[in-house]
Every structure is written in structure tokens, then in C-alpha cells.
């Protein structure tokens, strides 16, 4: 019963490195999104996708990029990283149909830009 | 656009006392509200959601909130808390023409012996 799983739980890259970040749900949710958490600024949406073959930007995307290949994988990109992109990331996941929200989360994804 | 404001950064609280966490959202249209809970070093889970219906929503762990359409609001309560309750609340709304939820920054409940 994995629901939700994000790869991986830690990361410190250097300026500039590139990295994927992978988010992988088993439960056939159609809607899957990426955030990332701040102090003081709750969960900011970076990128979501309403279904396989197709990604929207949310409220942060720059500097983000996503794919959604498969209807259970949904992957974050840094091309280039910057000390701004340290952050917890989260993924999540959910059904199209509103009443059966809610969105399940991951356990987050701790990354660092040195 | 949607916003969702929660004033309180931190609530101290003694166990078994009261509690309330506040919420106010804006929007111009019909709304769907959220209230998620943020253990240490954990994704978000839903505490409990209002549709539509009754404006009472009884949630887990004890938790309820009403919704006032009026007051634009929707304040989560526990008549009396645990030292498990330590944890960070979100509140979330969403609206028919959008698939997002957009999250307030949060309310860090501290709940001490």
C-alpha cells in the first residue's frame, strides 16, 4: 500500500548541477502535482498535470521543468540549480473527480543548493 | 483569484484545553475548502473538506470546522487536544473552474503537558 512515493528523500547538489526528481503513485489518480514547501509560505504549486502526456505550469514554475510520460510517474526537472531552489519538495497525487479528493501526499524530498 | 489567509503562525496550547485554528479564504465564486495536518518530517493528510451540505464538518482525530459563507471562513476546532496534535495545519480552498488547491502558510499547533 505505497501510495505516494518520492525519490529521493534527500539531495545537496552545487550550483548549477542538474537533478530529477521522481514521483511514482499506485492508486491510478489521474491528477498529479508538484509543490514546494518554505517557511512561512506554505505549499506553493510548481506544476501539475491533469493526465498522461500533459503538465500546466502553478504558481512558481521558473526554473522547473515536468513530464508526465506515464499516468503513474509524474517527474520534476532542475536544469540548473540555484540556492534558491532549496526546499522540501512534495508531490501529489488525486482522483479527477472532486468528491473523491483529497490530494495524497508524499513524504517530501529535502533539497539543498550549496 | 483564490487566497486563503491564516493568521496565526503558532498556537501554544495546554493538553486537553481547547482549540481553535483560523482560516479566512477569499474567491468571487463557490468554493471547496481543506484542512490538511503536517506531521514532523511527513507529507500532508486531510483532516477533513467541505463540498457542499452541511456547514459542520466533522473530521479525524476529533477535529471539526464550520463554514461560514458569510464571514468568509472556516476555522478548525478540537474541544480538547492532545500532545499528539503537535503539528503544522493547512488550510486549502479550491473552486469549480480550477483543478488546484491553493494552501494558506500555515499554523504551527504546539501542544504541551
Known amino acids: 500500500n505505497a501510495g505516494v512515493t518520492q525519490t529521493p528523500k534527500f539531495r545537496v547538489l552545487k550550483t548549477g548541477q542538474s537533478m530529477t526528481l521522481l514521483c511514482a503513485q499506485d492508486?491510478?489518480?489521474?491528477?498529479m502535482y508538484w509543490y514546494r514547501q518554505d517557511p512561512g509560505m506554505g505549499l506553493r504549486l510548481i506544476h501539475y498535470?491533469?493526465?498522461?502526456?500533459?503538465?500546466a505550469k502553478g504558481e512558481v514554475p521558473d526554473g522547473y521543468n515536468v513530464s508526465r510520460l506515464k499516468k503513474q510517474n509524474f517527474l520534476l526537472g532542475l536544469e540548473s540549480a540555484a540556492p534558491s531552489q532549496t526546499s522540501v519538495y512534495f508531490c501529489?497525487?488525486?482522483?479527477?473527480?472532486?468528491?473523491?479528493?483529497?490530494?495524497?501526499f508524499g513524504d517530501g524530498t529535502r533539497l539543498s543548493i550549496l | 483569484a483564490q487566497s486563503v489567509t491564516q493568521l496565526d503562525s503558532q498556537v501554544p496550547v495546554f493538553e486537553e484545553a481547547p482549540v481553535e485554528l483560523r482560516c479566512n479564504y477569499s474567491?468571487?465564486?463557490?468554493?471547496?475548502l481543506f484542512w490538511y495536518v503536517q506531521y514532523p518530517n511527513q507529507g500532508l493528510q486531510l483532516l477533513l473538506k467541505?463540498?457542499?451540505?452541511?456547514?459542520l464538518v466533522k473530521g479525524i482525530n476529533g477535529f471539526e470546522a464550520e463554514f461560514n459563507k458569510s464571514q468568509t471562513s472556516f476555522h478548525l476546532r478540537k474541544p480538547s487536544v492532545h500532545i499528539s496534535d503537535t503539528a503544522e495545519y493547512f488550510c486549502?480552498?479550491?473552486?469549480?473552474?480550477?483543478?488546484?488547491?491553493?494552501f494558506g502558510t500555515g499554523t504551527r499547533l504546539q501542544v504541551f503537558p
Open positions: 501529489a497525487s488525486s482522483y479527477f473527480d472532486r468528491d473523491n479528493q483529497p490530494q495524497h
Open positions: 498535470s491533469v493526465g498522461e502526456g500533459t503538465t
Open positions: 467541505y463540498l457542499s451540505g452541511s456547514t
Open positions: 486549502a480552498v479550491s473552486t469549480d473552474n480550477t483543478d488546484k488547491l491553493i
Open positions: 492508486m491510478n489518480h489521474e491528477y
Open positions: 474567491s468571487s465564486v463557490s468554493v471547496y
